[in-house]
């Protein structure tokens, strides 16, 4: 027997993947797009009944908050634990770095060399403590109107920042990621974003996936050929207050 939360949680990912379904669909796509539900300011219980309920990713903002969800995770069920891919989502401040390489499974916003050099530093360090740890996938949070005071790099700094991160031993170059600007047409800030991305995967083979998409913008997100959407609001609601 379920509880209300996790059926209305059931309710919204349903919908949700639905949407993901109907905009392969639209946009003529046959391959999958991995989606991360982005679980900042809700508790760890909905974390245990997204995971319950089949989600892989979980994404989340904060470090603070992210670091105290996996361990209470961890000491909730450890089997559900090791189900759960933790995403790193949001802006990371470099004195953070080291300290999110210790929990994240993949980083989305990687927008500067002091960045990713504190993530590899702190995975160096796990796999010093550890005999299985990977390189740490990592994506380039891109900053489409190059306000980079908002989170990203800028485009044309982009290349020399793709170049420092292929360089890293301990961080896997992933794509890259993009939150669209405010102003203007979503659609057309994707595709822009798209070209980038492809020029990326150009010179970095490896990197080909594209993070892109939320709640409000899936459809257009996919349509330009995103291979991650993170999703919040859609499938958990408002977020609680603080």
Known sequence: MTDPRTDE?????????????????????????????????????DVIRLARLGVRDVGENRVQEAAAKVADLAAADAGLASSVRWNMVGNIQSNKATAVAGWADRVHSVHSAKVAGGLDRGRARLADERDDVPPLPVLLQ?????????GGVSREDLPALADHVAGLAHLTLSGLMVVPPLEGDAAAHFADAAEIAEGLRRAHPGAIGFSAGM???????????????RVGTAILGPRPVV
């Open 9 to 45: 949680l059931a309710i919204r990912l349903a919908a949700t993947r639905e949407r993901l379904d109907a905009a392969l669909a639209a946009a003529g796509r046959t391959d999958e797009v991995d989606l991360v539900v982005v679980t900042k300011f809700h508790p760890v219980d």
């Open 142 to 150: 891109l900053s489409l109107d190059g306000d980079t005071s908002r």
């Open 215 to 229: 709640s409000g913008d899936i459809e257009a997100a996919i349509a330009a050929g995103s291979t991650c959407v």
